[in-house]
């Protein structure tokens, strides 16, 4: 469906009228639960049961059809079987009804059947200007305006309180454990979005919606696939434009749960290396477990400030659980400064048996002192050496004696240190742990949980700024000369430098008087230079194997040798291969060998890797990746990504490598990508090689394969 062209979600989601097809009073059938939900917890809009065997239900005049409404609604929930739900919407008439959810399964989920059932039904949402959510959804929920457009047991149970987090599942299952979590964890929800078969509205509209939503600060997804790559990021986008940070748990990790997924709602699980260079990229933070998932949405709900770097403070009660919370951090990535060391002498002339270095431990003296606390904490604040403070302080958080300590702590830090979050991490009891979250004050029963939530919410400022939708500050100007075929090596490495990609200079060679020509230009003012020689043949990928490369050949003589070697080791290895010559460019310089790629997914378009040539890459499979196209800032944090950037940095007395001519040559090859999505299925840059700081990076070996073409 076009969704420019049908009213806005907001009808849906902020309903101020409801029609419930196929309602009752009778309890346990599906349509008797958004009845007995919205009456019981007070929504304030019209309620229009609609049931042609009824008069009322519930108390509330009923009608036989949406044709018989007497004025237009802005939501009509399906409660009836399949097979009549396309005809419940038809009798609407168009522009009627705003928008739709559809509870009920037997639609794509089943097979070819179902599948032309739901067209159908979505054809006639379309005729009339009607949004749908669903079908075989549980449907939503506007917690602020008591809207319950569901059929969840769960809101039955206890509702949650009002707040800032949005979330949004294309699991009703997971959907209402995640509503059932919020409400144990005591998470505000502003909306809870079930989507199932997404005929229409998916995951990646709700999220835009929830960015635009004023009552949202943080939006929650759980995913099983995607089917629009370019709607997605759209809307991580919109939701990083608006300043509201994104939880995402996506399933499909492995090929078993990709295959669990798809077979659960033919959803299109795709590449998970993909999402996670999707998420990165627009600054969406993965949740790996359920626990995760709700401290990430618990950190980021809470703290008025996250963290913006990766320094953190930790001050315990006790050495040894201060040094596991150490190395969590490290673990997570991140580090300890130690505090000033006049800030640890006055720890230590006031504790002489405490311990002043980072983790800080000011021994069980806190308990007995209470001023210890908020005097180490302003001690190691006082200077702006950290971006976040965890305190563990054991079983003491459960003493009534030692609450009022912890209450002026919490409450004095945010007065003096706002911009500093803090997690406490102790057993308090549940009334004694809300009260310090609503003084912005994480609490955690597990110190580890703490740390890595401070790290994964810490990681979110590497990425500040970036992830957004916008014009390309400087676009490819793409070659667009006729297609060819195939590509050989000189043609690819023609058609990526025509694009703006340094790449070394080649000849094509089709004998041995052509090569000593060749590599006698290749000699400038005079200079001798050696040379490399490769076979070009459409069809010999791996060239060194049938004896198809000569390195560092110097001298006419040499020349010729080496281009009758070539050529009879590649007649005698592969004599159907077509053979078009040998390549004659210059010996490369002394550098760090990389490798760049590009492989076009299949929802998400192009996407480019990037890692360190040779056996890492095949061994190591030490890369990163990111959605084309993007600028140099993104194309550094890729770099920076590998583990084996350090080489790059300069390794064992090497010098470092010219990282930001490696970035701009990403950036370009990203921009080509896109630009020519249509045209090429892939592209290998190996070796891309990255020289001294300075001098640059060049490409010096190319594969391109066109659409449709074999890899």
Not at 195 to 212: F, K, P, Q
Not at 240 to 266: D, L
Not at 585 to 590: D, I, R, T
Not at 643 to 672: I, M, N
Request: glycine share 10%; aromatic share 6%.
């Amino acid at each position: 469906m076009n969704p420019s062209a049908l009213p806005s979600l907001s009808r849906l989601f902020d309903p101020q009228g409801i029609a419930i097809v196929g309602a009752s009073a009778t309890p346990g059938k599906i349509g008797a639960m958004p009845v007995s939900l919205l009456l019981q917890h007070g929504y304030g809009g019209r309620i229009v049961p609609v049931n042609p065997r009824a008069d009322t239900i519930a108390g509330l005049p009923a009608v036989p059809g949406l044709d018989a409404l007497d004025a237009d609604i802005d939501l009509a929930i399906l409660a009836v079987p399949a097979a009549h739900a396309a005809q419940a919407l038809e009798r609407a008439r168009p522009g009627q009804v705003g928008a739709a959810v559809v509870f009920t399964s037997g639609f794509s989920e089943t097979g070819a059947q179902g599948a032309a059932e739901q067209d159908r039904l979505c054809a006639i949402a379309r005729e009339r200007g009607i949004r749908l959510l669903g079908p075989n959804c549980l449907g939503f929920m506007n917690v602020r305006r008591n809207v319950y457009a569901t059929f969840s047991p769960a809101p039955a149970n206890g509702i949650v309180a009002a707040g800032g987090i949005g979330m949004v599942t294309q699991s009703g299952a997971f959907g209402a454990y995640a509503f059932s979590m919020a409400r144990e964890r005591g998470l505000g929800l502003s909306h809870w979005i079930s989507t199932g078969n997404e005929a229409d509205i998916d995951v990646a509209d709700c999220i835009e919606w929830l960015a635009g939503d004023t009552h949202t600060r943080v939006i929650m997804a759980y995913m099983e696939g995607c089917r629009d790559g370019a709607k997605l990021r759209r809307a991580l986008s919109a939701a990083r434009a608006a300043g509201k940070p994104v939880v995402v748990t996506k399933i499909g990790r492995t090929q078993a749960g990709a295959q669990a997924a798809a077979s659960h709602t033919a959803a299109l699980a795709g590449d998970d290396a993909v999402y996670d260079a999707l998420f990165r990229q627009y600054g969406a933070l993965r949740a790996r477990t359920i626990e995760e998932f709700f401290n990430l949405g618990y950190a980021l709900d809470t703290w008025k400030h996250p963290p913006q770097g990766r320094r953190l403070g930790i001050f315990t009660i006790s050495g040894g659980v201060g040094a596991l919370m150490a190395d969590d951090a490290a673990d997570s990535g991140l580090t300890l400064p130690e505090p000033a060391a006049d800030a640890q002498a006055r720890l230590l002339e006031r504790v002489p048996f405490a311990s002043g270095r980072n983790p800080v431990d000011v021994t069980g003296q806190a308990v007995s002192e209470p001023g210890l606390l908020l005097a180490t904490a302003d001690d190691m604040l006082a200077d702006s050496r950290y971006d976040a403070l965890a305190v563990f302080l054991a079983a003491a958080g459960s003493s009534e004696a030692l609450w009022p300590t912890f209450e002026a702590f919490a409450r004095q830090m945010q007065a003096r240190h706002p911009d500093v979050p803090l997690a406490i991490s102790a057993l308090f009891p549940p009334a004694r742990r809300r009260e310090l979250e609503r003084l912005g004050c994480l609490v955690f029963p597990d110190p580890s949980a703490a740390v890595r939530t401070i790290a994964a919410v810490a990681a979110m400022a590497s990425h500040s700024g970036r992830g957004t939708l916008q014009a390309d500050p400087a676009p490819v100007t793409a070659n667009r000369a006729p297609l060819r075929e195939t590509y050989t090596e000189i043609q690819a490495m023609e058609l990526l430098r025509d694009a703006g990609m340094p790449a070394s200079p080649s000849t094509l060679a089709v004998d041995a008087d052509a090569a000593v020509r060749a590599a006698g230009d290749l000699r400038g003012a005079g200079q001798d230079i050696p040379v490399v020689l490769k076979v070009v043949s459409p069809d010999i990928t791996h060239k060194s194997d049938v004896g198809g490369v000569k390195l560092n050949v110097r001298g006419e003589d040499a020349v010729r040798r080496a281009y009758a070697d070539i050529m009879a080791a590649v007649s005698q290895h592969r004599p159907d291969a077509r053979v078009e010559g040998v390549l004659v460019a210059p010996m490369a310089p002394k550098g760090v060998e990389c490798i760049a790629g590009v492989h076009c997914d299949p929802v998400f378009g192009p996407v480019v890797m990037f890692g360190l040539g040779g056996v890492f890459v095949e061994v190591l499979k030490d890369v990163s990746f990111r959605l084309a196209p993007f600028g140099r800032d993104e194309a550094l944090d890729m770099i920076r990504e590998i583990k084996g950037y350090a080489l790059l940095q300069g390794a064992r007395g090497a010098p470092p490598c010219d990282v930001d001519a490696l970035a701009d040559a990403l950036a370009t090859l990203s921009r080509f990508a896109h630009a020519r999505a249509g045209d090429f299925s892939s592209v290998e840059i190996n070796p891309l090689l990255a020289l001294p700081e300075g001098q640059g990076a060049v490409a010096l070996d190319a594969v391109v394969i066109r659409k449709g073409q074999p890899a």
